[in-house]
């Protein structure tokens, strides 16, 4: 059964930092390009951050360039997104989304980042 489950997500004070991570199963992860979208409430759901398959190039939103970044463990399955400088306008539910010859959506963790 393929899944990718997000965790990390939580409330967090503007200017504080959040780790996510999006553990994947049941697909080879690793030969995946791997995106965090993220979906604010009321607007369209936008793409956060990529990671190619080796993790040799990444790509980042305008929004966050300088704030986030993306990793991956491939022996672990896994991909994670670093957010630093968190401000209100970053509150939203962050996806997890594996693309290559099929493509495959987590089902989001919660970020709120308030005072």
């Known amino acids: 059964q393929v899944q990718l489950v997000e965790s990390g997500g939580g409330l967090v004070q503007p200017g504080g930092s959040l780790r996510l991570s999006c553990a994947g199963s049941?697909?080879?992860?690793?030969?995946?390009?791997m995106n965090w979208y993220r979906q604010a409430p009321g607007k369209e759901r936008e793409l956060v951050a990529t990671?190619?398959?080796?993790?040799?190039?990444?790509n980042y939103a305008d929004s966050v360039k300088g704030r986030f970044t993306i990793s991956r463990d491939n022996a672990k399955n896994t991909v994670y997104l670093q957010m630093n400088s968190l401000k209100p306008e970053d509150t939203a539910v962050y996806y997890c989304?594996?693309?290559?010859?099929?493509?495959?959506w987590g089902k989001g963790t919660l970020v709120t980042v308030s005072s």
């Open positions: 989304n594996a693309r290559y010859v099929a493509e495959y």
């Open positions: 049941g697909f080879p992860l690793s030969i995946y390009t």
């Open positions: 990671i190619t398959r080796a993790g040799g190039s990444t």
